[in-house]
């Protein structure tokens, strides 16, 4: 698919009047279940798995690559509702054992979480996590101690590359999985994972529209100008 099949009906109109150049845009739905949409989300997350790895690790700290189960009796249901509710107590006590060692190490507690549904439907979690706590037995005890299943499963030393195949491997998985409560977040970081921020770009003008005449007299009336005018709205 070549363009969101979803896209919001309003129309954004871009102009650059130093480069006379503009575009025009239905902003696209951003929804996991948008084939189109999907495919770009997916990218999106590996690229920002993947520079916070290559962040992480350049400071000399490890990331562990972590996975997380539910317990045996949950249902596919009561697995995220249980995660919900057991993934804060989780993320505190990690948290509280990481930056306790970490203040004499200049290490702090971040991660970078994808759910997946396991055969049975049950959801399962994998962690990019920064944090000295390599021990399959500690994390084993603090997840069954917050909630979560006993099997828990511990790979040390994770690369930026390792860390991109991790996130598309499961990502890709989940794409096409019509499973997940709506609302549900495929990806979820913690507040200091090093996510780049988008800035907006120079010298550019951005207005929205509903009104299709409007934005037809707008668009000749550059064009007769003779400014470059990009129209990338789905037919």
Not at 23 to 38: E, G, L, S
Not at 79 to 92: A, I, T
Not at 138 to 162: N, R, Y
Request: hydrophobic share 35%; proline share 3%; aromatic share 12%.
């Amino acid at each position: 698919m070549d363009t969101c099949a979803n896209a919001k009906s309003v129309t954004v109109f871009g102009r650059n009047k130093t480069e006379k150049k503009a575009v025009i845009f239905n902003p696209r739905c951003k929804q996991w279940d948008c084939d189109y949409c999907a495919e770009l989300n997916k990218d999106y997350w590996v690229h920002q798995a993947t520079r916070g790895t290559l962040i992480i690790t350049s400071e000399g700290k490890d990331i562990q690559f972590i996975t997380l189960t539910s317990r045996g009796y949950t249902t596919p249901h009561s697995s995220l509702h249980f995660f919900k509710q057991n993934w804060p107590k989780l993320n505190r006590r990690a948290k509280y054992h990481t930056d306790k060692w970490g203040n004499s190490h200049g290490l702090e507690w971040a991660y970078f979480l994808i759910p997946e549904h396991h055969k049975s439907g049950v959801a399962h979690f994998h962690l990019l996590a920064a944090t000295q706590l390599a021990s399959e037995k500690i994390w084993s005890k603090m997840a069954h101690e917050t909630g979560f299943g006993w099997k828990v499963d511990v790979q040390e030393l994770v690369t930026p590359k390792l860390a991109a195949a991790y996130v598309t491997k499961y990502l890709s998985k989940e794409m096409g999985n019509a499973s997940w409560p709506k609302g549900f977040m495929r990806v979820r970081h913690s507040r200091n994972w090093p996510i780049s921020k988008e800035r907006p770009s120079e010298g550019w003008l951005w207005e929205t529209y509903q009104d299709e005449g409007t934005i037809w007299i707008e668009k000749h009336a550059l064009i007769d100008l003779g400014w470059q005018v990009n129209d990338i709205r789905a037919v």
